[in-house]
């Protein structure tokens, strides 16, 4: 069973940055960072394939980005510009995703 650790989150003013890293035990040839803010369902924010093929959720282009270092199975996720209605916790997984999810991040972006 693959291993994922997600680091980075944290709480951050309106207009400011994090940068998120998922660690995976092995090579996934298809990655997402995907979140789940409160009472709301679960959506993919941005993919990357193991060859660089990119997309991102139309509420984060232009100001998220995602790119991973295949060495050592990490993907990341710099956001820039967040906005309050970014707050949510942060997971990574396949894109797309296992059954099975890890703890998460959680980003809180005060207004």
């Known amino acids: 069973q693959v291993q994922l650790v997600e680091s980075g989150g944290g709480l951050v003013q309106a207009g400011g940055s994090l940068r998120l890293s998922c660690a995976a035990s092995r090579t996934i040839a298809a990655m997402g960072w995907y979140r789940q803010a409160p009472g709301k369902q679960r959506e993919l924010v941005a993919g990357?394939?193991?060859?660089?093929?990119?997309n991102y959720a139309d509420s984060v282009k232009g100001r998220f980005t995602i790119s991973r270092h295949n060495a050592n199975n990490t993907v990341y996720l710099q956001m820039n510009s967040l906005k309050p209605e970014d707050t949510a916790v942060y997971y990574c997984n396949r894109k797309p995703p296992w059954d099975s999810w890890g703890q998460g991040t959680q980003v809180t972006v005060s207004s």
């Open positions: 990357i394939t193991i060859g660089g093929r990119i």
